[in-house]
Every structure is written in structure tokens, then in C-alpha cells.
């Protein structure tokens, strides 16, 4: 592919899980970069895959429309980091070389990395390697440091919030006790938020191990009230602070030690909060039916909210500004209402939890939502 020399070219690429909203943000860049600036855009497939593989599209007009309310990546994803891609036999390899080849065959001027803290990760390496890198924080788990909010939660929230709006109507009517799971990874934003909207009775979050005697007594004030169904939500990651479904006995302990295991290897294995067994327990124990449902990847797909369309747009055009300017080596976050660059040192390798102070947290406590503690 040739480009006339005198305009800034760019390469866009998505990568990790993809959520709603990555096309609203290629779009923002695009339209903002090529409009605005005059630069050429070009689009990178498959995440650092298609980097290290050399295998591009250009992004034109024609690409970009209908892009705004499109679900998912026109420009595919994956998961691949390019110090450690994977080769056919199983084993990684270090392939920063090649995607830096790639980079400099297409004469970029900056590469545009939109994804979570993994991609901010990745970004960080390319920019050791010497490549100009922006990154746009997305991910519906919404754990990305050094921002107020990525893009894909909000629609993220909205699906998960639906959900336990139906889920409702069907435990009220069968008097059930309706377990959902949310994704989240290891933060508790996403389930808590759709907990709060959706007005579930308990919700169980990473942040704050739970026990399941909380549980079981949040259940048993509902039924003194004469409610006969409730709604448990459990975020992925969630874990129980101590005692059964979980606990270690010192056999567990001492096996662990001998097999090398690390402690949080030893927390995962033993104190995952399982919905399935827990919503077993929760019967033994209240004498009512549970069931379970898990909402897995429906949670990321489909067109994204008003919100999230407007967030990845101004993500992008942010994004465009600084490469006009020749401002790289950063992540544009949003903070108190504003896009800002923050350094990719300062993203890379954190992650954003939900604080034990945070106003969430305190709105489930003070309308009654069981958090399990
Ligand atoms: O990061 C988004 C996310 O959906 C997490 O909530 C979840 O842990 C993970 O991705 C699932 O990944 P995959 O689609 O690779 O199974």
C-alpha cells in the first residue's frame, strides 16, 4: 500500500475482548483524522496479529459508514501480544520486530491501539521498540486505570440490566431464587451497576469477599417481608472471605505448598464463588428453588448505548487532535467530563477496582443490597 508522503498516516487496530462501541471509536478517529488533519487511515486486522502479520485494509468512506451503531470490530480482535504471539507448536515468540517492520513499511506516523489495560500493556512495548503509539481505553469491564469510564460498559450495564429485569418477573412468579452471572474479570463494576439499576437483593463482587451466612440472612429478611423470590448476582471473580466453600483445611494448605502453588492460585481454585453450587447451598438452606442464568457474551454484543457511541467518538477525536499535534506515548482518558492524555506508563499494568469507599458501594448499603459481607 503507497500513501502520498506529505500527509500523517495512521494505522488503527482493536484488540482483546471486543465490546460496543469499537466501531463508533475507528470512526471517530477516522473521520476526525482524514477530515480534519488529512491523514491517511489505515485499519490493521486481528489486533497485533495483523500487525505482526502485515495485513491491512484502507479505511475510506465507504468503510466508515453505518459504523456508528454497528456492534463488535469491523477490524476483527485477538488477544495476541506481539512479544509473545503464538506459533503454531504451542510455544510464543517475541515478534516485536515484525510488527515494528510492519510499521515502518506502511510509514506510519502513529499506531492507534484501541482496547483494555492489556492492549495499554502491549502499547507500552511498541513504544519501548520505538513506534509512536496512542491507546482508547475500552472494555465492559470498565477496569481500565487513569479513567473515569471505558467505552462498552455502559452498553455492557444496560444488557445486564435488562436482564435482571426479566429475571425478575419469572423468580416472582415461580417465587424463585434467580442467581445471574456478570462478567467483570476481577472488577465489580458491571455487576454492581446492574445490580443498583436493576434492583437485585444481593450482589457479589471481587472487591469485597462475601459469606454465606450474609447471603443466607439477606434471603431470610426478604421472606420475613413476605417476598418470595430474590435476585443474586454474581460478578466473575467474585470470591468468599473465608470459611466453607472455600476454605482451605490444612491437607489443601499443605498440598498446595508441595505442588508450588501460588497463594491467589490456591484463593482462585478454592474460593471462586461457583453460582451453581452456590445456588444449591442457597436452597439446602432457604428450602427455595434456585436457578441459574449466565449471561456470558451477550453482555458484549449488539450496538452500543448513546453513551458509549459518545464516549468512543470523543475518545477519537481526542485521539486525532494528539496526532495532529504529534502528542504519542499516551492512552486518552476521560476525567471529570474532559478527554485528556494520561502516560502510558501510568495505565500500563494497573487496574481499576471498585474502592470499598466508592459512592456505589455506599448506595448499596444505604438502599438495603446485600454485598455478601
Ligand atoms: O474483558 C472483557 C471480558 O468479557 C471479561 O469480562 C471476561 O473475563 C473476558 O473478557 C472473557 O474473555 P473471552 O471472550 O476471551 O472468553
Redesign the pocket.
Known amino acids: 500500500m503507497t500513501r502520498p508522503s506529505k500527509s500523517k498516516c495512521i494505522g488503527i487496530l482493536t484488540s482483546?475482548?471486543d465490546c460496543p462501541g469499537l466501531n463508533a471509536a475507528i470512526r471517530g478517529v477516522a473521520k476526525a483524522a482524514k477530515g480534519a488533519y488529512g491523514m491517511d487511515v489505515i485499519g490493521i486486522l486481528d489486533g497485533f496479529t495483523g500487525l505482526v502479520e502485515n495485513r491491512v485494509i484502507h479505511i475510506d468512506e465507504r468503510e466508515m459508514s453505518g459504523l456508528l451503531t454497528l456492534g463488535g470490530t469491523i477490524l476483527g480482535t485477538s488477544?495476541n501480544k506481539p512479544h509473545k504471539m503464538p506459533m503454531p507448536d504451542g510455544s510464543t515468540r517475541d515478534m516485536t520486530g515484525a510488527a515494528a517492520e510492519t510499521y515502518r513499511r506502511l510509514n506510519l506516523d502513529c499506531l492507534i491501539c484501541i482496547g483494555?489495560g492489556g492492549t495499554a500493556k502491549n502499547a507500552l512495548e511498541l513504544k519501548k521498540a520505538g513506534l509512536n503509539v496512542i491507546t482508547l481505553p475500552k472494555?465492559?469491564?470498565n477496569d481500565v486505570a487513569m479513567t473515569d469510564m471505558t467505552f462498552g460498559f455502559d452498553s455492557a450495564m444496560y444488557i445486564a440490566t435488562e436482564a435482571i429485569d426479566r429475571l425478575h418477573t419469572t423468580a416472582s412468579s415461580h417465587h424463585r431464587i434467580m442467581l445471574v452471572d456478570i462478567?467483570?474479570?476481577n472488577a465489580g463494576w458491571l455487576a454492581l451497576g446492574a445490580s443498583l439499576a436493576g434492583g437485585a437483593d444481593v450482589c457479589l463482587i471481587p472487591e469485597i469477599p462475601c459469606k454465606f451466612d450474609s447471603i443466607v440472612q439477606a434471603l431470610e429478611r426478604r421472606r420475613q417481608k413476605g417476598r418470595r423470590f430474590s435476585l443474586v448476582s454474581v460478578s466473575?471473580g467474585a470470591v468468599y472471605a473465608s470459611g466453607k466453600s472455600g476454605a482451605k483445611n490444612k491437607k489443601d494448605e499443605k498440598n498446595d505448598k508441595k505442588n508450588g502453588k501460588k497463594k491467589h492460585q490456591k484463593n482462585h481454585r478454592l474460593d471462586h464463588v461457583v453460582s451453581a453450587e452456590l445456588a444449591e447451598r442457597l436452597t439446602k438452606a432457604t428450602g427455595i428453588e434456585a436457578r441459574v442464568t449466565s449471561l456470558g457474551?451477550v453482555?458484549?454484543g449488539g450496538i452500543p448505548t448513546a453513551t458509549d457511541r459518545l464516549l468512543a467518538t470523543e475518545l477519537g477525536i481526542k485521539a486525532a487532535e494528539l496526532l495532529a499535534d504529534g502528542h504519542y506515548g499516551v492512552m486518552v482518558g476521560l476525567k471529570n467530563g474532559k478527554m485528556v492524555p494520561v502516560k502510558l506508563e501510568d495505565v500500563a499494568g494497573k487496574k481499576k477496582t471498585v474502592p470499598p469507599d466508592h459512592p456505589m458501594i455506599e448506595t448499596a448499603r444505604l438502599i438495603g443490597l446485600c454485598l455478601g459481607d
Open positions: 482483546g475482548g488477544r483494555g472494555t465492559i469491564d462478567m467483570g474479570h466473575e457474551h453482555q458484549r
